[in-house]
């Protein structure tokens, strides 16, 4: 190994980060595209009217999954996280883009995935009847000080072969998935629901779902954007057992 150290270059977060950069929603987005089958042009009105008055139909149409209304609006995140919750988070395909940083065109940052304090560390129960228990101090630690141990490693490693002259689309081979990375995510409402739907845990959700904490931590950043974009469209889902229409 080279001379160089990473004990102050690597860093160690616990935590994911989602922005919202770009939106073009509103709860008058759902009125418009659903109004045009019975109003034709004249839908073009609900752009300037109150949505309040219409949340009922905002209501009917989620209840009864009608769906494509939905549709019609669209938000872009910029999240961070580590590169294990991208590989779950793209096997959502219709109705998002993604456009992520690249390990062949730049070289990578030491910013990586330990677990917080409060993360659940403990499985217990067979394969689709199973819970996650707080881990005690000893694991907790014991967690923190392998996978920190491992990432320096893995960075050295990575350092040593670009100095050599390795390219970095190979070089990057020996980084972990629990590396940070960063991406555009564009969706629509109806997309995004049926991400929180599969990717959260919720008290209202009519159909319970078990998702990894990490991705799930990235929904709960996109749904609270989403939420104050189109207030009365988050109401219907909550209202509706968070199932997408």
Not at 19 to 24: A, P, R, T, Y
Not at 104 to 109: A, D, G, T
Not at 238 to 244: E, H, M, Q, S
Request: aromatic share 10%; glycine share 6%; net charge negative.
């Amino acid at each position: 190994m080279s001379d160089t150290s990473t004990e102050t270059a690597v860093q160690f977060r616990g935590e994911v980060t989602v922005d919202l950069v770009k939106h073009s929603a509103a709860d008058s987005d759902v009125l418009w595209a659903a109004r045009v089958s019975t109003a034709g042009e004249q839908s073009l009105e609900e752009l300037t009217k109150d949505p309040e008055r219409s949340k009922g139909l905002i209501n009917y149409l989620m209840r009864d999954r009608h769906g494509s209304p939905f549709e019609h609006n669209s938000m872009t995140f910029f999240i961070s996280a580590p590169i294990f919750v991208f590989r779950e988070f793209m096997r959502h395909r219709v109705g998002w883009s993604y456009n992520e940083e690249s390990g062949r065109y730049r070289e990578l940052q030491p910013v990586f995935y330990v677990p917080a304090q409060e993360r659940k560390l403990v499985q217990q129960g067979r394969p689709g009847k199973y819970e996650f228990v707080d881990g005690t101090d000893a694991q907790h630690r014991a967690t923190t000080e392998a996978m920190e141990a491992s990432y320096r490693q893995a960075y050295d490693a990575y350092q040593e072969m670009l100095a050599a002259g390795i390219a970095r689309e190979v070089a990057r081979a020996v980084l972990p998935v629990g590396l940070f990375s960063s991406m555009y995510a564009t969706c629509n409402a109806r997309s995004l629901m049926h991400f929180l739907g599969l990717r959260t845990q919720h008290e209202l959700a009519a159909v319970p779902s078990f998702p990894q904490r990490e991705i799930e931590m990235v929904g709960e950043k996109m749904e609270a954007e989403w939420a104050k974009l189109m207030p009365l469209t988050h109401a219907a889902f909550n209202g509706n057992g968070r199932i997408a229409p």
